[in-house]
Every structure is written in structure tokens, then in C-alpha cells.
Nanobody
């Protein structure tokens, strides 16, 4: 059974940092793109960041550029989201996503930012930023 498990969420003050991890089990995603989405309270799920299978390409939503960094460690079948200078508006449930059905291929912005592109999802981890 394929599983994506997020960890690293929690409560942090504005200006603080957190690092989210997403560990995969059941299969490797080394040939696949991976991404992070978030769902603020009462809102729809939105794109945060994505990384291509070989880390050659990364995308970020405008509101997190310069503050968040997505990375992956294929040897550990794990990816990360380093979140710095957190703001109250970053408060959300954060979801790990993997596999857009294009192994070993480049990742386009349109595919990366579309929720329906992603085939595997984690259960989410809560991030709460207090002011």
C-alpha cells in the first residue's frame, strides 16, 4: 500500500520556522514529481510548492517565494518543505502530494499547480502560526 506521511507541523509564532517532511512507503517516488499543497480553514486546497523528479525544477506560489524551500532526498524517499519567516496567513493543513503520471519527465507549472494532476496524497499536517 502506497503511503505518504507528513510530519513536522505544529504551533509557531510569526517569524518562526518549521520544516515539514513527507516520507513515502510502499513504493519509491524517485522518478516522480512531488509537491506540497495547503488548505486554510474554510478554504479550498491550494498549491504551495513542487519539485521535479531530479530537483532540476522547482515552483512556488507567490506568497511563499523567498520564504519556503522545497527539497527532496531520493535516497531516503523523502521530501521536505522548509518554511521560514512564517506568517499567520500560512496557517493551514499542509498536504504532501506525489506523482503526476510523468516519470522522469520535466514538470510544467500548469501541471504542478493543478490539484487534480497529483495521484498520491498524504493525510496532512497542521501548521498554526500565531501573531
Amino acid at each position: 500500500q502506497v503511503q505518504l506521511v507528513e510530519s513536522g507541523g505544529g504551533l509557531v509564532q510569526a517569524g518562526g520556522s518549521l520544516r515539514l517532511s513527507c516520507a513515502a512507503s510502499g513504493r519509491t517516488f524517485n522518478s516522480d514529481a512531488m509537491g506540497w499543497f495547503r488548505q486554510p480553514p474554510g478554504k479550498e486546497r491550494e498549491f504551495v510548492a513542487a519539485i521535479s523528479w531530479n530537483s532540476a525544477r522547482t515552483y512556488y506560489t507567490d506568497s511563499v517565494k523567498g520564504r519556503f524551500i522545497i527539497s527532496r532526498d531520493n535516497a531516503k524517499n523523502t521530501k521536505y518543505l522548509q518554511m521560514n519567516s512564517l506568517k499567520p496567513e500560512d496557517t493551514a493543513a499542509y498536504f504532501c502530494a506525489a506523482d503526476v503520471g510523468r516519470p522522469y519527465r520535466d514538470l510544467s507549472l500548469q501541471v504542478a499547480t493543478t490539484t487534480q494532476s497529483w495521484r498520491s496524497w498524504g493525510q496532512g499536517t497542521q501548521v498554526t502560526v500565531s501573531s
